[in-house]
């Protein structure tokens, strides 16, 4: 969907979550005006919600580890949807190498 160029992992038992401490938000941050909007966007334009492992409140993240097993980016998504563009996340890789 997004073209990126190395493979993209999913962690459904939330070790990885724990591990990079993506926390638990406030029910303030999940149920806020601009949360619930951006999701109905998502649902009237056909994306799929995933109702995953865990907990509702659980904030996103995503994390980028190298061969050598270094982590070379690290992002909390707090407010719950504030995600960097991908372009800029490949900006931020390429410089790490």
Do not use: C
């Amino acid at each position: 969907m997004y073209n990126i160029p190395f493979p993209i992992y999913v962690d459904q038992s939330l070790q990885v979550y724990d591990y990079f401490e993506i926390v638990e938000g406030s029910w303030l941050q999940v149920l806020s005006p601009q949360v619930l909007i951006r999701q109905a966007k998502l649902l009237v334009g056909g994306m799929e919600l995933l109702n995953g492992a865990g907990s509702m409140r659980r904030l996103g993240g995503a994390a980028a580890i190298n061969r050598a097993g270094q982590i070379v980016y690290h992002h909390v998504a707090n407010p719950i949807y504030r995600y960097p563009e991908w372009s800029s996340v490949l900006q931020s890789l390429q410089q790490t190498n």
